[in-house]
């Protein structure tokens, strides 16, 4: 499985912010949301992406205000990402090697999508479904 075949169950929905907004305006998009992070997206481009563990290493455990901090002051912006011809086991290992919860999508270099570690697992336990199942079929037969 790929990751475009991910972003074709759960969508390509993307929500993203400019750095110059405050931390917890950020947040509170977050929370609206749902979401455990975020997309930093300037002029189309992609500068980073902001998590709730950016937030709880760098503003909570650094007792800043939220309030008066810029998300360009502590968003991670290093981003690894994916293209959606890559597949589940690549980005396991990525997320699992790297330490980290999501990876955007990039195709043509704009973002088109945004995949979560529950994200992969979850497509991963639907394939294991199904070869568990072809196997049993087989088996049966």
């Known amino acids: 499985?790929?990751?475009?075949?991910?972003?074709?169950?759960?969508?390509k929905e993307v929500?993203?912010?400019?750095?110059?907004?405050?931390?917890?305006?950020?947040l509170r998009v977050m929370g609206e949301k749902n979401i455990g992070a975020i997309l930093v997206i300037e002029e189309g481009v992609l500068?980073?992406?902001?998590?709730e563990r950016d937030y709880a290493r760098k503003?909570?455990?650094?007792?800043?205000?939220?309030?008066?901090?810029?998300?360009?002051e502590i968003m991670e912006s290093d981003v690894l990402t994916v293209k959606p011809s890559d597949n589940l086991d690549f980005c396991m290992s990525l997320m699992s090697q790297k330490r980290i919860r999501?990876?955007?999508?990039?195709?043509?270099?704009?973002?088109?999508?945004?995949?979560?570690?529950?994200?992969v697992v979850k497509a991963i336990i639907e394939v294991q479904k199904e070869t568990i199942k072809h196997?049993?079929?087989?088996?049966?037969q």
């Open 1 to 11: 499985m790929t990751v475009n075949q991910i972003l074709s169950t759960k969508g």
């Open 135 to 140: 196997l049993d079929s087989y088996i049966s």
């Open 15 to 26: 929500f993203s912010i400019v750095s110059t907004i405050t931390v917890f305006e950020a």
């Open 59 to 72: 503003i909570v455990l650094k007792d800043k205000s939220s309030k008066k901090t810029p998300v360009s």
């Open 102 to 119: 999501h990876l955007p999508v990039i195709e043509n270099e704009k973002v088109i999508g945004i995949v979560s570690i529950g994200d």
């Open 47 to 51: 500068k980073g992406i902001l998590s």
